[in-house]
C-alpha cells in the first residue's frame, strides 16, 4: 500500500502499473514525443465532429477493461455525453472506437 508520485505517468494494465511512454522511438520515455503530440492533437481536432448527445471524445481518460485493465487510451469515442460518467467510469461496452497511439510501447 505504497503511494505511488504522479511522475512519470502511469496506468493498470492486466493487474500491473505500468509507466506510460508516449516518446519518439529512442527517445526518453519521460518525455512526450513530437509524433505522439502531433498525432493526438490531429485526434483531438475530430472532437467538435463527432461529439454529439449520443456519443463524445474521451482523451488520455481510463476506460474500465476489468477488474485489473484500465488502460488510458489516447482517444475513444463512447456512448453518451461527458455527464454520464459524472457517477462512473465508462466501460469497454461503453465505447465504438479506442485509438492508442503508440511506436515505442505496445
Request: aromatic share 4%; with cysteine.
Amino acid at each position: 500500500a505504497e503511494v505511488l508520485p504522479a511522475e512519470p505517468p502511469k496506468e493498470l494494465l492486466n493487474g500491473i502499473i505500468v509507466h506510460k511512454d508516449r516518446a519518439d522511438d529512442g527517445e526518453s520515455p519521460a518525455e512526450v514525443g513530437r509524433v505522439h503530440s502531433f498525432i493526438t492533437g490531429r485526434l483531438a481536432r475530430l472532437s467538435s465532429q463527432i461529439d454529439r448527445p449520443a456519443r463524445h471524445v474521451r482523451s488520455q481518460q481510463p476506460l474500465v477493461c476489468g477488474e485489473d485493465h484500465m488502460p488510458e487510451p489516447d482517444f475513444a469515442v463512447v456512448r453518451g455525453s461527458d455527464r454520464d460518467y459524472l457517477e462512473r467510469l465508462p466501460t469497454a461496452a461503453d465505447a465504438f472506437c479506442v485509438v492508442e497511439v503508440a511506436d515505442s510501447s505496445y
